[in-house]
T-cell receptor
Framework: AQSVTQLDSQVPVFEEAPVELRCNYS??????LFWYVQYPNQGLQLLLK??????LVKGINGFEAEFNKSQTSFHLRKPSVHISDTAEYFC?????????????FGKGTKLSVIP | EAGVAQSPRYKIIEKRQSVAFWCNPI?????LYWYQQILGQGPKLLIQ????????DSQLPKDRFSAERLKGVDSTLKIQPAKLEDSAVYLC??????????????FGPGTRLLVL
């Protein structure tokens, strides 16, 4: 069964500091990888996705992520965070060669930006 | 462009009662998903529709949960009877139509259910 591990449940960071949210997935021949953000009392919004090609993916709001096949990781980064980035972030995976295209989410990482 | 609409936003019921949630996807989106998000966890797919046909309901507890998508547009998810462990946020999402996974799923705000 496919799985996603988000290593940190909570990440506090000062405003304007850089941040990295970690995500590892169970190994597979081919995967699609996603990061979603969930603001309080709202649905999930796509930040970025990796389908193929360049391993460095740029998304909205200044976020980027790097697909690392050898380490089965897809960590999310932002060089300088804002108060408005306070939210919960979910990594998700589709194992595209498994016959099912079900999106499997990690447990989420709560990012708290401290003024 | 209007987003995915869900109602109600909040619902409190007692165990063994029944409840229904409604979802209106983005216009033109053929694929519709229902997810269950329990506190402290990521969303878990319950059921996926392509137009009005079920594509994947492998994780739907069919003894108590049911879902339908009338005319391939709106959808309802029902729980009957509800259990305490059904307390969660129920998210509806939609995408244009590909079953291959590359498409972005657009999520509604969710319905927060509390079973007492």
């Amino acid at each position: 069964a496919q799985s996603v591990t988000q290593l940190d449940s909570q990440v506090p960071v000062f405003e304007e500091a850089p941040v990295e949210l970690r995500c590892n997935y169970s190994s597979s021949v081919s995967v699609y990888l996603f990061w979603y953000v969930q603001y309080p009392n709202q649905g999930l919004q796509l930040l970025l996705k990796y389908l193929s090609g360049s391993t460095l993916v740029k998304g909205i709001n200044g976020f980027e992520a790097e697909f690392n096949k050898s380490q089965t990781s897809f960590h999310l980064r932002k060089p300088s965070v804002h108060i408005s980035d306070t939210a919960e972030y979910f990594c998700a995976v589709i194992h595209s060669g498994a016959g099912s295209y079900q999106l499997t989410f990690g447990k989420g990482t709560k990012l708290s930006v401290i003024p | 462009e209007a987003g995915v609409a869900q109602s109600p936003r909040y619902k409190i019921i007692e165990k063994r009662q029944s409840v229904a949630f409604w979802c209106n996807p983005i216009s033109g989106h053929a694929t519709l998903y229902w997810y269950q998000q329990i506190l402290g966890q990521g969303p878990k797919l319950l059921i996926q529709f392509q137009n009005n046909g079920v594509v994947d309901d492998s994780q739907l507890p069919k003894d108590r949960f049911s879902a339908e998508r009338l005319k391939g547009v709106d959808s309802t998810l029902k729980i009957q009877p509800a259990k305490l462990e059904d307390s969660a946020v129920y998210l509806c999402a939609s995408s244009l139509g590909s079953l291959a996974g590359e498409e972005t799923q657009y999520f509604g705000p969710g319905t927060r259910l509390l079973v007492l």
